[in-house]
Nanobody, 115 residues
Framework: QLQASGGGLVQAGGSLRLSCAAS????????MGWYRQAPGKQRELVAY???????NYADSVKGRFTISRDNAKNTVYLQMNTLKPEDTAVYYC???????????WGQGTLVTVSS
C-alpha cells in the first residue's frame, strides 16, 4: 500500500513537500517515483529514485523539485519549490519492486498552484 500526503493549495513561487509512505513491502528494494496528471492531460513522470539513490527528473521540474527517500521510514518525498500554476495536478507515487513491473500506485494527492 502507498499513502500519499502533503498536497494542498499554494501560491505561485511557494513550496510544498509531498510524502508517500509504503507498507507491505521491503521498501529499500523498490524504485520509487512521483507522477502527476493535470486535467485533460496524460499522467507524466515527475521524478524517480532508484533503490541505490539514483534520480532523474522531468525537464519541467529540474532545479525546482527534489526527490528523496528515507528507507528507515519507508517513505519517499518530493520537495517542490518555486511552484508554478502549470504544476497544478494530482500527484501519484509509484513503487516498482526491484525496478520491474508490475507498478503499484498510491491514491494521489492534489496540488493546486494559484497565480
Amino acid at each position: 500500500q502507498l499513502q500519499a500526503s502533503g498536497g494542498g493549495l499554494v501560491q505561485a513561487g511557494g513550496s510544498l513537500r509531498l510524502s508517500c509512505a509504503a507498507s507491505g513491502t521491503i521498501f529499500s528494494l523498490n524504485d520509487m517515483g512521483w507522477y502527476r496528471q493535470a486535467p485533460g492531460k496524460q499522467r507524466e513522470l515527475v521524478a524517480y529514485i532508484t533503490r541505490i539513490g539514483s534520480t532523474n527528473y522531468a525537464d519541467s521540474v529540474k532545479g525546482r523539485f527534489t526527490i528523496s527517500r528515507d528507507n528507515a521510514k519507508n517513505t519517499v518525498y518530493l520537495q517542490m519549490n518555486t511552484l508554478k500554476p502549470e504544476d497544478t495536478a494530482v500527484y501519484y507515487c509509484l513503487r516498482r519492486f526491484m525496478g520491474k513491473s508490475p507498478d503499484y500506485w498510491g491514491q494521489g494527492t492534489l496540488v493546486t498552484v494559484s497565480s
